[in-house]
């Protein structure tokens, strides 16, 4: 069972590359959540042959109780159960709100896994639900710990691995990482790979991944930058303003002359 971390700083791809995951992987699953607290991936939720169900979880929402088949769950459980596969946004919410939808996900994900479902949860900015400060909800640790038992997989994206819950890293079975420029991020992959990650992951391109196989030890270094996907990507940090500020720049240097 497939227990995947992808890390690397803003801006290099880690989103896109994640995404074109998403697209290989949720169709073989009975139920696929995608936590998406940036709503980056609405693309997957076109109308007509998307991925996901796009459900927007406000304060009024994330405290609805409602009865399905004749039990009472939280309205959030009812609709993946019922549509299986759902895009789940949350929208105005606090970070500590965030995280107690997500152990909801994973509530449901063993209940989906006991009854012999395959279920796949992903979440991108993953430091948020999966914080490296303090106790794990039994839900989130029973995921993380016990989901392959159940038929239940993850994949985790953040660009700050430093502050992922340590649990993520030692269950996880695959690693792709990219650009990591902060000493912490790098120290915190490499006590957990197989390979020297803290001087490797220090200086390489935008789009450059190495993919790491934890369980038998195989490294992959790779391009993504050949990888096309099905569905558009919608993200702040794909590099747009970098690209107009250096060719501000460009354009300055030939003029010659610098504003005050």
């Not at 074109?20 to 042959?49: A, C, N």
């Not at 004749?70 to 949350?90: C, D, F, M, W």
């Not at 391109?205 to 990507?233: C, F, M, Q, W």
Request: charged share 30%.
């Amino acid at each position: 069972m497939a227990r995947t971390g992808i890390f690397g700083r803003s801006g290099v791809g880690k989103s896109y590359f994640f995404g074109s995951v998403l697209e290989q992987t949720v169709s073989e699953f009975d139920y696929s959540v995608h936590f998406d607290i940036e709503d980056e991936e609405v693309g997957m939720s076109l109308k007509d042959g998307g991925l996901f169900k796009s459900f927007y979880v406000d304060r009024e929402y994330a405290n609805q109780v409602v009865e399905y088949q004749g039990r009472e769950i939280s309205l959030l459980q009812a609709v993946i159960l019922k549509y299986r596969k759902v895009r789940v946004i949350p929208d105005g919410l606090t970070e500590g709100e965030q995280r107690d939808l997500f152990k909801e996900i994973c509530e449901v994900a063993m209940v989906v896994g006991a009854h012999g479902h395959s279920m796949h949860l992903s979440a991108d900015e993953a430091h948020i639900i999966i914080p490296d400060s303090g106790d794990l909800p039994d839900a989130v640790e029973r995921v993380l710990t016990g989901g392959r038992k159940k038929g239940v997989e993850w994949t985790f994206c953040t660009q700050r691995p430093a502050s992922l819950h340590p649990t993520a890293f030692t269950q996880m079975n695959f690693g792709v990482y990219f650009h990591l420029p902060k000493d912490n991020d790098r120290m915190k992959v490499n006590n957990s790979s197989g390979f020297n990650a803290y001087h490797r992951l220090e200086n390489m391109s935008e789009r450059e991944a190495y993919i790491e196989n934890l369980d038998t030890g195989k490294l992959a270094h790779v391009d993504t930058d050949t990888i096309e996907r099905v569905y558009p990507h919608f993200s702040g940090d794909d590099g747009i303003a970098d690209e107009v500020l250096s060719d501000l720049g460009e354009e300055q240097e030939r003029g010659g002359e610098r504003p005050d």
